[in-house]
T-cell receptor, first 118, second 114 residues
Framework: KAGVTQTPRYLIKTRGQQVTLSCSPI?????VSWYQQTPGQGLQFLFE???????NKGNFPGRFSGRQFSNSRSEMNVSTLELGDSALYLC?????????????????FGQGTRLTVV | AQSVTQLGSHVSVSEGALVLLRCNYS??????LFWYVQYPNQGLQLLLK??????LVKGINGFEAEFKKSETSFHLTKPSAHMSDAAEYFC????????????FGTGTKLQVIP
């Protein structure tokens, strides 16, 4: 069974640009969660999708958005990039619904996308 | 609001020694608790989870954790450290009862000295 696939692995963008990150969950998983990891703030929950609907959202500005497609693949978009958006963005997939069940049934993480904003 | 505190951002142990990584949570109701491990340039891997069943939880790679409600703690232990245990470990918490946001601790980097 293939794991969670995040593309691209590395990305360099200029301040003010926008970026789209992709996450393909494990086959059969319908829940996808996104996290931002930085040395200063640690791991922070961005949002969670289940069956194409956002079920939960963290405390991030509206520049951060996401969506999920009918095949459960998810994309995350950040507009008007700031230097502080430089981070490792992790995606996790789970078979359950909601943050609790997704993690309760073992959320599987991808390797992440390393975004650098210059 | 829920929070989780990991004491010690860096912990060093000798190979073969006991590993103890501390995690305390703040929640009025016992939450769901998790330990994850992250190797360099990798995502997170679930080590173990507490979901209101047994208070002593056994996980992968010989790790275990004990939920102590009176101390609001969920410390991670392993009797004998291996070099391959060197990684960063994260404690995470979700309050019980409904869809909630997950909160991660700040992480503890474990160094294993040969």
């Amino acid at each position: 069974k293939a794991g969670v696939t995040q593309t691209p692995r590395y990305l360099i963008k200029t301040r003010g640009q926008q970026v789209t990150l992709s996450c393909s969950p494990i086959s059969g998983h319908r829940s996808v969660s996104w996290y931002q990891q930085t040395p200063g703030q640690g791991l922070q929950f961005l949002f969670e999708y289940f069956s194409e609907t956002q079920r939960n959202k963290g405390n991030f500005p509206g520049r951060f958005s996401g969506r999920q497609f009918s095949n459960s693949r998810s994309e995350m978009n950040v507009s008007t990039l700031e230097l502080g958006d430089s981070a490792l963005y992790l995606c996790a997939s789970g078979s359950g619904q909601g943050a609790i069940r997704a993690m309760n049934t073992e959320a599987f993480f991808g390797q992440g996308t390393r975004l650098t904003v210059v | 609001a829920q929070s989780v505190t990991q004491l010690g951002s860096h912990v060093s142990v000798s190979e073969g020694a006991l590993v103890l990584l501390r995690c305390n949570y703040s929640s009025s109701v016992p939450p769901y608790l998790f330990w994850y491990v992250q190797y360099p340039n990798q995502g997170l891997q679930l080590l173990l989870k507490y979901t209101s069943a047994a208070t002593l939880v056994k996980g992968i790679n010989g790790f275990e954790a004990e939920f102590k409600k009176s101390e609001t703690s969920f410390h991670l232990t392993k009797p004998s450290a291996h070099m391959s245990d060197a990684a960063e470990y994260f404690c995470a918490v979700i309050p019980s009862g409904g869809y909630q946001k997950v909160t991660f601790g700040t992480g503890t980097k474990l160094q294993v000295i040969p």
